[in-house]
T-cell receptor, first 115, second 111 residues
Framework: DAGVTQSPTHLIKTRGQQVTLRCSPK?????VSWYQQALGQGPQFIFQYYEEEERQRGNFPDRFSGHQFPNYSSELNVNALLLGDSALYLCASSLAPGSANEKLFFGSGTQLSVL | EDQVTQSPEALRLQEGESSSLNCSYTVSGLRGLFWYRQDPGKGPEFLFT???AGEEKEKERLKATLTKKESFLHITAPKPEDSATYLCAVRHRSNDYKLSFGAGTTVTVRA
């Protein structure tokens, strides 16, 4: 049973560039959440997608956007990259919001470095 | 705004030396408190969910407990493979969508 898969694992970009990160959820899951984890910090919620719609957004600017496809996979796009966007980007999948089983399953993340 | 504070930031233990990690939370209506383990370069791995004060969960050498203001993760007779960062997170009762995480406690167990 494949867990949550993310690609790429590492990425180096320069300021001002744009980046797209990809995530495939665990089999049977239909909800994808994205988190940003800076070095030495806990993950911070970016947004969650369910039924191809953004259900909630955390305190992140509009430069962060996303998409969910009919097969439940998801993309995270970040425009006009800043040095402060350097972090580990985590994708987590789960069952539908409000489900009795609320566990999030995380991928190994994409390490983004902005130079 | 939900707040989660974990202490200590780092903990160095000798193999077999039991200890506890603390997670203090401020949330007006707790729906669930979650413990995750994170190894370097990996995503968090689910350990426990606790829903109400007095609840306890156990898994191997780990035991999580919950009160109305804090949760403890007890590590009994730790082994080097228990070395990791342990993250605590809360979900608000009215919010189906996000977890609010603490900064974590990094545990190092020496043989």
């Amino acid at each position: 049973d494949a867990g949550v898969t993310q690609s790429p694992t590492h990425l180096i970009k320069t300021r001002g560039q744009q980046v797209t990160l990809r995530c495939s959820p665990k089999s049977g899951h239909d909800t994808v959440s994205w988190y940003q984890q800076a070095l030495g910090q806990g993950p911070q919620f970016i947004f969650q997608y369910y039924e191809e719609e953004e259900r909630q957004r955390g305190n992140f600017p509009d430069r962060f956007s996303g998409h969910q496809f009919p097969n439940y996979s998801s993309e995270l796009n970040v425009n006009a990259l800043l040095l402060g966007d350097s972090a580990l980007y985590l994708c987590a999948s789960s069952l539908a919001p409000g489900s009795a089983n609320e566990k999030l399953f995380f991928g190994s993340g994409t390490q983004l470095s902005v130079l | 705004e939900d707040q989660v504070t974990q202490s200590p930031e780092a903990l160095r233990l000798q193999e077999g030396e039991s200890s506890s990690l603390n997670c203090s939370y401020t949330v007006s209506g707790l729906r669930g408190l979650f413990w995750y383990r994170q190894d370097p370069g990996k995503g968090p791995e689910f350990l426990f969910t606790l829903y109400s004060a007095g609840e306890e969960k156990e898994k191997e050498r780990l035991k999580a407990t919950l009160t109305k203001k804090e949760s403890f993760l007890h590590i009994t007779a730790p082994k080097p493979e228990d070395s990791a960062t342990y993250l605590c997170a809360v979900r608000h009762r009215s919010n189906d969508y996000k977890l609010s995480f603490g900064a974590g406690t990094t545990v190092t167990v020496r043989a």
